[in-house]
């Protein structure tokens, strides 16, 4: 780790508001600048590395919070997201994270075969008979947890249904590549379907190429640095060999970690290839009177929350907001402390139970405040977990994708 990224910090505490888990706990330890410092103990042999240490490291959310409140650029997020990978790369993988990520991720067909027992639990009934009974209460609870969060998947991966091409509608003004994610794939094929029709619709021919891969943030969380810059060399020949404007995405975790493919492999293609990544939000928002002559009226209260990696690691606030307002007849209400986490942040959601929930319970709050009906955000992290926070506390408010939002008042 670089030395000079962990003195930078002036122990201003300018970050502690910003940050969740102190926010949550008070304690200097669960702060940015006391994680900073803790590292940098470390690193000058004044701490041994401890259990307890690591318990304290392990509850920062790599939100990137820190980073937009701090006027000395430290990323005190980034940090603790790299000490940990560095901890975990030498450790090596565990048997489960070794079948997931060597076996199962990096192979489409059989990522979604895996899947499909989870179909079949949920349209058996299975699903409904095992929560009414409260079966999971038998098993551990990171179990119970995964199962809870689990939206009814669709009938199939969008990968498998959409077309490499999907041509442009009406005069073309270009060519962009779409980056299909995982969960977005597997889970949220509805709201990616609208994301292409919205292009298509603007005038952009879409390429979906079948062969590409996981964007690498799952390999980078587990300290897989090896599966990380394979799916980053594969990811830049195949959408290298297309020619595109821009290559979209509507995950922001998938966002964030394309745009830093320069980082990781040093390379003129994967400069070239971040260079071109957008979110949906980035290019929708360069013809926003167009598809605002496109929109129809959607008489609903609306509210947008930030997903971090849109927000904190990309900087994009205002296109998304400035988006949903262009649909008529809705009125925007801006949520108090819109870019502060929700709590899900990858597997934080399992393996920080506690501190996750008592984080969304403050995003549910605010978004009761606000008396929206509609809840928008892009990234399916926030969607799952806010998904399932709403319909167990606030059931009258629906979440939507951005993009489900704007194709369906394209719709009307
Ligand atoms: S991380 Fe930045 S904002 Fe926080 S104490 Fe250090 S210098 Fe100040
Ligand atoms: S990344 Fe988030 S949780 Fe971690 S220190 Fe920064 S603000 Fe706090």
């Known amino acids: 780790m670089d030395y000079v990224k962990l003195i930078n910090c002036m122990r ?8 969740p888990t102190y926010r949550e706990t008070f304690l200097e330890t669960a702060s940015p600048r006391g994680r900073v410092a803790l590292i940098r ?15 304290y490291l392990s509850l920062c959310l790599d939100c990137q919070a820190c980073s937009s409140a701090c006027p000395c650029g430290v990323n005190a997020g980034e940090l603790v997201a790299e000490f940990t990978c560095e901890q975990k790369s ?23 075969a895996s899947i499909v027992p989870m179909r079949f639990y949920q349209n058996t009934g299975l699903q409904k008979l095992v929560r009414t009974l409260g079966i999971l209460k038998m098993f551990p609870k990171p179990l119970g947890r995964m199962e809870g969060l689990l939206p009814p998947l669709p009938a199939r991966p969008l990968r498998q249904e959409i077309k490499e091409i999907t041509p442009a509608l009406g005069k073309e003004r270009g060519t962009v590549g779409f980056f299909l994610g995982c ?8 709201a990616s379907r609208a994301t292409i029709t919205l292009l298509s619709t603007l005038g952009y021919t879409v390429i979906t190429p079948r062969n590409q891969l996981c964007c690498g943030a799952p390999h980078m969380l587990a300290g897989d640095l090896d599966g990380l810059k394979e799916a980053a060399h594969t990811n830049i020949k195949i959408f290298g060999s297309c020619e595109v404007d821009f290559i979209v995405t ?9 745009k830093k493919y320069r980082h990781y492999i040093d390379v003129q293609s994967s400069s070239a290839f971040s260079a071109k990544v957008r979110d949906i939000s980035q290019v929708l928002v360069l013809h926003a ?34 988006l949903v307002k262009r649909v008529p007849g809705l009125e925007y209400i801006e949520l108090e402390a819109a870019d502060a986490c929700c709590g899900s942040a990858g597997t934080y959601n399992i393996v920080q139970p506690e ?13 009761r405040e606000s008396g929206a009906q509609v809840l928008v955000t892009s990234n399916p992290g926030c969607l799952l977990q806010l998904k399932k926070g709403l319909s167990d506390h606030l059931p009258a408010v629906r979440i939507m994708h951005l993009t489900e ?8």
Do not use: W
Not at 250 to 258: F, P, S, T, V
């Open 12 to 19: 201003c505490g300018m970050c502690l508001p910003a940050c």
């Open 405 to 412: 939002l704007l194709a369906l008042s394209m719709s009307q």
């Open 183 to 190: 969960v977005m794939s597997l889970v949220f094929s509805e």
């Open 289 to 322: 009177d167009e598809l605002a002559s496109l929109l129809k009226p959607l008489p609903l209260k609306v509210t947008y929350h930030d997903p971090c990696h849109i927000a904190h690691c990309q900087g994009i606030r205002a296109e998304p907001r400035e």
């Open 90 to 112: 030498d450790a090596g993988l565990n048997f489960m994270e070794d079948l997931i990520l060597r076996k199962l991720v990096p192979h489409p067909d059989r990522l979604e």
């Open 41 to 55: 103990k470390l690193q000058e042999g004044e701490l041994d590395q401890s259990e307890r240490l690591l318990e």
């Open 250 to 258: 509507d995950c922001g975790g998938c966002g964030a970690e394309l």
């Open 355 to 367: 501190m996750s929930d008592m984080i969304l319970q403050r995003k549910l709050d605010s978004i």
